[in-house]
């Protein structure tokens, strides 16, 4: 006997929200009323050595559910996120993929934390017609992934020049570039490209490439060959345990001129790797706490209020992949009930809609190309200031 689909699908959904409350596996939010809550899948690196990334993606989005929720969800029906931990490879995300979608029935997923993880876990998600917005992906190729992959994250072609235009700001007389990567991940190897086209537009030297694996603790061998050709600008792109390490011991080899982190530096918590030699690093930035819009000042006084510090890009770039599904389900949702409608259809109306959208999120407003790339006006640089001590720092915005 053939069983009505919808009935199936919505108490598949049931079971699945049922069982996340008591489940220690799929991580849920409490607060609230969750029997019928919307579930919206978060897929970050909450373990390993990535979670010094995702570990700001979890306070973003789990500020975003309560800040929509507050307003009344999805008019009238909370969401509820449901994270699970992708670590740090490709396997993990590929595993907290498959549960999102299969035992958690989410709508859509927010995440992976890498472009690395995304090249693997993202087509599992678009096979299955689930949307994914990777929420800081930023390597070439993303979007292109599927019709179901798009981004909050601006890509690093457009990020990443400008903390080399505020390099040259900050000191006209560079000439040498000495560039590092971390040759066994997918947007460090995007972004070197960046970054070396960026160097020869601009007329510079580029001296040396030198690589590294994010696994790396020691970088003598290489920190000693480039200094010998002594740049006046280094520029690393890797994550971040990799990244502060390599930024500390340039300086401990004596180092003095500017160094450019990429991406994958940009959280404080590098600030215990390299301490005060973390001192005066460049980072481009998609994302900027002094933005005007109402929905950061919102989201900016929830995160100090907890955090005790401005928020950082990867918590900002979390809630807005949080408020585009949100937003693009309350459009959804006014027709016909989103918990009426069959799982798999909600989830190619979701991706159709939330393609057509206009946000106003902490990024500023944004919207998507139909592929499912990020358009985007404004970026930023900040310089990391330490406290004397080393102990602790903050990003400064230049002007
Ligand atoms: C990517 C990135 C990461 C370094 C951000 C967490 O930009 O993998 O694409």
Redesign the pocket.
């Known amino acids: 006997m053939k069983m009505n689909r919808r009935l199936i699908l919505w108490s598949g959904l049931a079971i699945a929200l049922a069982s996340c409350s008591t489940s220690n596996s799929g991580s849920t939010s409490a607060g609230g009323d969750t029997a019928n809550a919307i579930p919206i899948g978060i897929g970050v690196a909450q373990t390993s050595n ?1 979670a010094l ?2 570990q700001e993606q979890v306070a973003g989005a789990r500020i975003a559910e309560k800040y929509f929720n507050d307003k009344g969800g999805i008019n009238g029906t909370p969401i509820k996120l449901v994270f699970q931990d992708t670590a740090g490879d490709e396997a993990g995300a590929i595993n907290a993929f498959q549960t999102l979608i299969t035992q958690n029935k989410v709508v859509g997923i927010v995440g992976p ?6 090249f693997g876990a993202s087509p599992i998600a678009d096979r299955a017609k689930v949307p994914v917005i990777g929420p ?4 070439k190729g ?1 979007p292109q992934i599927g019709e179901f992959v798009s981004r909050v ?1 601006a890509p ?1 072609s457009v990020v990443a020049p400008n903390s080399v235009a505020a390099a040259l700001k900050l000191n006209p007389n560079i000439k040498k570039v000495a560039v590092f990567f971390a040759q066994n ?4 190897k ?2 070197t490209e960046i970054f070396q086209q960026t160097v020869k537009d601009r007329k510079l030297d580029l001296v040396t490439i030198q690589k590294f694996q994010t696994t790396d603790t020691d970088f003598q061998t290489q920190a000693t060959a480039a200094l010998n050709l002594k740049p006046d600008l280094v520029i690393i792109s890797g ?1 971040a345990a990799d990244g502060g390490n390599l930024v500390r011991q340039l300086r401990e080899l004596g180092y003095q001129g500017l160094i450019i982190g ?3 530096l ?1 959280t404080s918590n590098i600030f215990p790797v390299c301490k005060q030699l973390c001192d005066g690093l460049l980072i481009a930035q998609a994302y900027n706490p002094e933005q005007p819009g109402e929905v950061n000042k919102a989201f900016r006084e929830a995160y100090v209020a907890q955090y005790k510090k401005q928020p950082p890009q ?1 918590s900002a770039q979390a809630f807005a992949g949080v408020q585009v599904f949100v937003e693009a389900l309350q459009a959804l949702d006014k027709p016909t009930k989103v918990a009426q409608q069959p799982l798999p259809d909600l989830r190619v109306a979701l991706n159709q809609q939330l393609l057509k959208g206009k946000y106003n999120t902490p990024l500023g407003e944004i919207s998507f190309t139909p592929a499912g790339e990020i358009n985007q006006k404004e970026f930023y640089v900040a310089q990391i200031k330490m406290n004397p001590d080393g102990g602790d720092g903050k990003f400064t915005f230049l002007k």
């Open positions: 990535v990334l995702g934390t890498l472009s690395q993880q995304a800081s992906n930023t390597a993303i994250s690093v991940d997918a947007f460090s995007s972004e994550l990429g991406n994958g940009n990867f």
